[in-house]
Nanobody, 119 residues
C-alpha cells in the first residue's frame, strides 16, 4: 500500500496564506500524478490543482493566480501554496496520488486537512 499523510491546514484570515503538504510512503512504488482536491460542506469534491511527473500543472479557475502546486520527487511529497485566501476556499483539502506499485496501478487518498478562512 501507498499511504499519504497531509499537514498544513488551519484557520487563517482572508488574504492570508497557508501551505499544505502531502507525503507518500510505502515500498516499490513510482508516482505519476499528484493532485489536490477540496470538499466544502454540502458540496461535491472538486479538483483544485494537479501536477504530472513531467511537472505540468493545472488549476481550477477559482484558484488560478493564487494557488501553486509543486512536488519534491526525492521526498515523494506534493505541496499546495495557497495565497490570498478567501472565505470560499474553506473546505477539507485532500491529496490524491496515482502511480504504480510493482506492476499494479494505485490511487491513494490522504486523510484530509481542514482549511478555514475567516472574513
Amino acid at each position: 500500500q501507498v499511504q499519504l499523510v497531509e499537514s498544513g491546514g488551519g484557520l487563517v484570515q482572508a488574504g492570508g496564506s497557508l501551505r499544505l503538504s502531502c507525503a507518500a510512503s510505502g515500498s516499490f512504488f513510482t508516482i505519476n500524478a499528484m493532485d489536490w482536491y477540496r470538499q466544502a460542506p454540502g458540496k461535491q469534491r472538486e479538483l483544485v490543482a494537479g501536477i504530472s511527473n513531467g511537472d505540468s500543472t493545472n488549476y481550477a479557475d477559482s484558484v488560478k493566480g493564487r494557488f501553486t502546486i509543486s512536488r519534491d520527487n526525492a521526498k515523494n511529497t506534493v505541496y499546495l501554496q495557497m495565497n490570498d485566501l478567501k472565505p470560499e476556499d474553506t473546505a477539507v483539502y485532500y491529496c490524491n496520488v496515482r502511480g504504480k506499485r510493482l506492476i499494479v496501478d494505485f490511487s491513494s487518498w490522504g486523510q484530509g486537512t481542514q482549511v478555514t478562512v475567516s472574513s
